[in-house]
């Protein structure tokens, strides 16, 4: 795995001129994930994700993540309100992701990977990519390709039901939950306290929004379900799907070699990774 941002500019200029290497790029959001993390979960995340995914490729490196993201969301991220979420307008992150993007592609770059780790971000990051598609066919570029993904989707059903045995609330009430605390704890300890972690039920919403919002729906500790049973085992398992998974992906979209030999008509298949039944005995939740 290569650092885009270590390289000096001629060799990285060798390396994505011809089109062939995949730059990941993280896209993140510093936002409050309650008294027991640090606010850059959705910055870390998604970056040690990518690093781990481009080491199993031939060609490929990781752009240095954008910090920031769309505005927190209460239903899904506490809400906008609290203090330490620090967000973008819409339009700063669309023209963000827009403009790295065409940069990439000037350099020559032909193949990305947006890594999503903050779920407000998702449709900023869809209008960012068609409009960098619809400018340089503009310019004549035809074959850029850009993949989009959220690591939190190819955390399947076995695996859910492994981490979570007394039932799933769902990914957006996962905000500061067993997931991103669990992944912490596997990545980045030194910034998880487990001491300070709230434990109350997971927060309820009416099925609509209200703007401005009414902070008292937001839980008072700023996480939406309790990240009581998360623990570092949990964080490598769902490290490992998520790692798994979006390689298995990402070679069946851009590496062709690949396609070949794992299809024989070339059609393409959405390898989904599940964890080996042996595996789950073994470890100790
Ligand atoms: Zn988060």
Not at 2 to 26: C, H, N, R
Request: charged share 20%; hydrophobic share 40%.
């Amino acid at each position: 795995m290569v650092s885009m941002a270590e390289l000096d500019w001629v060799t990285y200029q060798k390396t994505v001129s011809k089109g062939k290497a995949i730059i990941f790029l993280p896209i993140g959001a510093l936002e409050q994930h309650g008294p027991h993390m640090s606010m850059n979960p959705d910055v870390l995340i998604p970056t040690a994700i990518s690093e781990a995914v481009a080491r199993r490729l031939n060609n490929a490196m990781v752009a240095p993540p954008i910090a920031y993201g769309y505005k927190s969301q209460q239903q899904s991220g506490g809400g906008n309100h609290m203090s330490g979420t620090t967000s973008l307008d819409g339009e700063t992150l669309m023209y963000t992701v827009r403009d790295i993007i065409k940069e990439l592609a000037r350099h020559g770059s032909r193949k990305i990977v947006m890594m999503n780790g903050h779920y407000e971000n998702s449709m900023f990051i869809v209008e960012g990519i068609d409009l960098a598609i619809r400018e340089l066919r503009w310019d004549g570029i035809t074959d850029m390709n850009v993949m989009i993904l959220s690591y939190w989707d190819f955390v399947e059903d076995p695996t859910i039901e492994l981490l979570y045995p007394d039932g799933f609330t769902g990914w957006d009430l996962e905000h500061g939950g067993v997931l991103e605390t669990s992944l912490m704890l596997h990545l980045y300890p030194h910034l998880v306290d487990i001491n300070k972690i709230v434990d109350h039920p997971p927060a309820k919403f009416p099925p609509y929004d209200m703007f401005p919002v009414n902070p008292e729906l937001t839980p008072p500790s700023g996480t939406l379900s309790s990240a009581k049973n998360a623990s570092k085992e949990k964080g490598e398992i769902l490290m490992k799907v998520c790692v798994e998974g979006i390689s298995l992906s990402v070679k069946n979209v851009f590496e062709v070699d690949y396609l070949k030999s794992v299809t024989k008509k070339n059609s393409l298949t959405i390898p989904i990774y599940v964890p080996p039944k042996n595996q789950r005995k073994e470890v100790e939740l």
